[in-house]
Every structure is written in C-alpha cells, then in structure tokens.
C-alpha cells in the first residue's frame, strides 16, 4: 500500500466518523429497520423490530442507573452524573428519532423515558446535594419521600395522559370458544408482550386484528381480559397491530 493509499484511507475513516458523530447528535427517521445483531443473540425467543426496540430502551435505562448508582457509591463529582446523562440522553434521542417509523405507537414511549429519565438525573443530582448538606439522617428519609412523591405523581400524569384501557392484538390461534392471540408491548395500556388466551367472539379469523380491554392488575400490569372489536385484515404478528379502518 502506497502512502498516498494510506492516508486516503485515513481521510475516509475521519470523514466516516465525522458523519457517524453528526448523525449521532443530531439525528433524522430512517426509512430501514434497525439491525438487532447483538441483541437477538441475547434474546432467546423472536421478537418484532418493536419489542427489541422497546427492550433496547429498558436495557439503556437500566444501565443508566447503575452506573449513576456506581458513581454515588464512589462519591464521584456531580460532573460525572452530568456528563454520564449528556451521553444518555444522546443515546435516547438517537433511539427514539431514528426508530419512529417502527414503533406501534412512537409518542408514548418518547414522553414515558425523557420524562422518567430527567427524574432520575435530578433524584442523583438532588441526592448529591443533600449528602453535602444532611446533618441526620431525617435528611435523606425526607428526601426518599419527596422522590418517591415525585415518581407517583409522573406515574399517574402519565396514565392521566397517554392510559388507556384497551389494547390490540392478532388471532394467533382458535380453540373452540378461546383463542390465543399475540399483543405488542403497550406502554400506553400497561400490557407485556406475550400471547394471551381469551373468550372467543364472531367473526374470528387467524391473523385478523383485534381490540382487546385490558384488567390493570396491581404490581404486575394489566392483561387483555375481552374482545370488543374484530378488524378485518389480516395481519402478522410480527406487524403492527394498529388497526386499519374495516371493522366488524
């Protein structure tokens, strides 16, 4: 390789990481799904692009709060939470931005973890503060309360504005009077991923998209417990299940 090769090569991979760096930072919907190659390793069974998109942002949050938890256990600077959540909350966006087309429903999920997020950088920020000021331990009690407070009231502004009671779902399979049928992850509804069997109705074809009412069940979500409305095309479980408009 010629010297003039070499540093062409060198120039490309700069401009290349220009690029990748810009696109970071500021980044725009793409029009491909994302690639999962490491996370599918991970995950045993079949997921939609929704599901190990949703997951993705579960696993990010959570080593969110671990390495901040690390950083208070070391007694680091604040500086170092800021700078941890400057690179998170990049990752966040770059996420949620670049992936809105492949979301089931993109606005819930955008507003659950910015929000949800920035209470947890200002619950270490804050818990930081009051370890420098705190002369007993009353200090900390009251400040889990109001933390605690704060977690509770965001929980129920966020069901106030995005709950809802119902959810969709694709007939995976009927067996008499029940069928089987396959939900999205719903933050909206409080549901997990899974296959549900419930009471069957008229009309019922596999693959047909259905509305479902969930039962909120406390500390362990909600469950599609009824049908309330058959649409009429056929869809695969690895699609969206928003509905189209034909219904029965």
Known sequence: MSVEDFLYGIGESVDSAIHGIIDFINPSP?????SFKYLSRLVKKRLTTHEYLSLKLQL????????NLALLFLKASPLWLVGVAVVYFLYLRYTLVRNRE?????EPYRFFYYAISAISFAVFLGYLMIRRIATSIYYYYAYLLVAFAVVM????????RYGRDYTYGIVEEIKGDVVRVFVHDDIAANVKPGHYWVDAVEDLEIGRVVKLIVEDRKLKGAVPVKIIEVYLTDQS?????EPNEETE
Not at 102 to 106: I, N
């Open 237 to 241: 479980s690895q699609s969206s299940t």
């Open 60 to 67: 990010a949050f959570l080593l969110y709060l671990i390495v």
């Open 153 to 160: 009231a965001f929980r129920w502004y966020f069901k106030q």
């Open 102 to 106: 492949f979301f089931v429903e993109h």
């Open 30 to 34: 793409s029009e491909e799904p994302p």
